[in-house]
């Protein structure tokens, strides 16, 4: 008997249809159980949607890292720096940024990457399971990703970077401006040094990817209910899902509600310090040739995808919460920058958009039950590599439900870990 044939059919509530929830919906359907995804708006416009589309292998270096608190207010006044703060939000900010600060030493920053290389080493081999079941081939490519610097000064920033790349074993080249151009002749020859991770690919389009991956699971009776969950009752085993219309029982809960997910554990006694690390994408037309595969100019944390229906471009970080409204003057701004750096781009806005990377402190994601309620499961926190993640942690949440072994160490992704 396989271990699949001993799990007991469930009914399995998903809090989000993001690229985390629809994942975990689909290796939960994959386990016999009978799931509904609850959605409050639509996931082909969300954080996961947006994004610029990296299966980013590499990923493992954490945002916070030693000496990041001293860059902050040169980052804060540079007009095209990769760095904003809403001021106002910033009495609810401060659990999360003592956090970040606290995560930046040095013990912690090798801890947290080598957490985040634990996941990524199952992050390509689920979504090709999920990329197989849907039929989406079309939509990702094995294209690499490029991050490149100007200067010899931003490159030697970039030392523990590469440090941490290579302990944790990521695989990558250390290039140079003609390495560069060969792999990329769309860029301008401004750029000095790159890193090149062969094995990443590029999602031509991730909003589409992940309607595709939901129409799979309703096409396999599984169900979207387009609700806001606005809470919970009942007890172990026997929940239920209170959305603004309506009252849904369940035997098992899974959250996956991205940087919204904080709200929603509080209500099972959980409190937990993930907030939104908010970011912009600007559609651009596509350059004639355009690029290979997704580019980083690491100058100004800016990503440049070419995607099915133009170029993208997205931001560095706006730190402001869920609520406040879309700034777009920082990202237009930037897009000066992507035309020194794309030979041929027209800088015609085609559209503009603002996502909500779900993010600890740490960069390290939650992935467990919720303290005294083991018919609970959190999965959130993919912060900027919540893309490639989605699917791993979707099914390690399907493993969760299961009472499974999912393969890796779970210590640094417990609810009760401190920042
Ligand atoms: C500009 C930008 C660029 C990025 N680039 C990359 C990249 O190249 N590669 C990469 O790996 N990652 C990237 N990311 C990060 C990545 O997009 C996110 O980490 C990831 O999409 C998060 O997925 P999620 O499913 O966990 O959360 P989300 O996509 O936010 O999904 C959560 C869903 O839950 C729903 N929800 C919340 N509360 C409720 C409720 N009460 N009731 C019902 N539904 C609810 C929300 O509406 C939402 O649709 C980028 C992010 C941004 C902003």
């Known amino acids: ?11 399995v509530a998903v809090i989000g249809a993001g690229i985390t929830g629809i994942s975990a919906a689909l ?23 947006g994004n610029a589309g990296v299966i980013s292998l590499g990923g493992c270096v954490p945002v916070s890292v030693p000496g990041i608190l001293g860059r902050v207010p040169k980052m804060l006044l540079d007009p095209y720096g990769p760095l904003s703060i809403r001021w106002g939000y910033l009495p609810k900010l401060t659990p999360w940024l003592l956090g970040f600060v606290r995560n930046s030493r040095i013990d912690r920053v090798r ?48 030392a523990l970077d590469i440090e941490l790349y290579r302990a944790c074993n990521r695989r990558f080249d250390i290039i140079n401006g003609n390495d560069i151009l060969d792999l990329e002749p769309a860029l301008k020859p401004v750029f000095k040094h790159g890193l090149y991770f ?31 969950v606005a809470g919970f009752s009942g007890s172990h085993s ?13 035997e098992r809960i899974v959250v996956a509600a ?38 980083a100019l690491m100058d100004h944390s800016i990503f440049v995808s070419p995607m099915e229906h133009g170029l993208r471009m997205t931001s560095g970080v706006e730190l402001g919460g869920n609520e406040a409204p879309a700034d777009y003057t920082r990202i237009r701004r930037m897009m000066s920058i992507v035309g020194a750096s794309v030979e041929g781009v027209q800088l015609e806005e085609q559209s ?48 969760l439900v299961a009472g499974r072994d999912p393969g890796v160490d779970m210590t640094p992704y417990r609810i009760d870990r401190k920042f």
Do not use: C
């Not at 026997?238 to 309506?246: A, G, Q, S």
């Open 111 to 158: 801890a947290n990457a080598s957490a985040k290389a634990a996941l990524l080493d199952h992050a390509q081999s689920a979504y090709d399971i999920l990329i197989s079941a849907t039929g989406t081939e079309d939509l990702v490519r094995r294209s690499g990703l490029l991050k490149i610097y100007e200067s010899d000064e931003t490159f030697a920033q970039a």
């Open 198 to 228: 062969d094995d990443n690919s590029g999602i031509r389009h991730p909003g589409q990817l992940v309607v595709r991956f939901g129409e799979t699971f309703t096409a396999q009776g599984g169900t979207i209910v387009r609700e806001r």
């Open 27 to 49: 290796f939960l359907q994959r386990d016999g159980h009978d799931v509904t995804v609850f959605e409050q708006s639509d996931p082909a416009t969300g954080t996961s949607s």
């Open 258 to 295: 991205g940087s919204w997910s904080s709200k929603l554990m509080k209500r099972f006694g959980a409190r937990i310090v993930l907030d939104a690390e908010r970011g912009y994408h600007i559609m651009l037309p596509q350059p004639e040739p355009t690029l290979n595969g997704p580019v």
């Open 238 to 250: 026997k929940r239920v899902v209170e959305t603004d219309n309506d009252h849904y029982a369940f």
């Open 352 to 399: 503009a958009w603002l996502g909500f990377r779900p993010s600890t402190p740490s960069g390290v994601p939650f992935l467990d039950h919720a303290p005294g309620n083991d018919d609970i499961v959190l999965a959130a926190g993919g912060g900027h590599i919540g893309m490639t993640l989605g699917p791993v942690n979707g099914r390690i949440a399907a493993d």
């Open 1 to 11: 008997m396989t271990v699949e044939d001993q799990i007991q059919p469930r009914k």
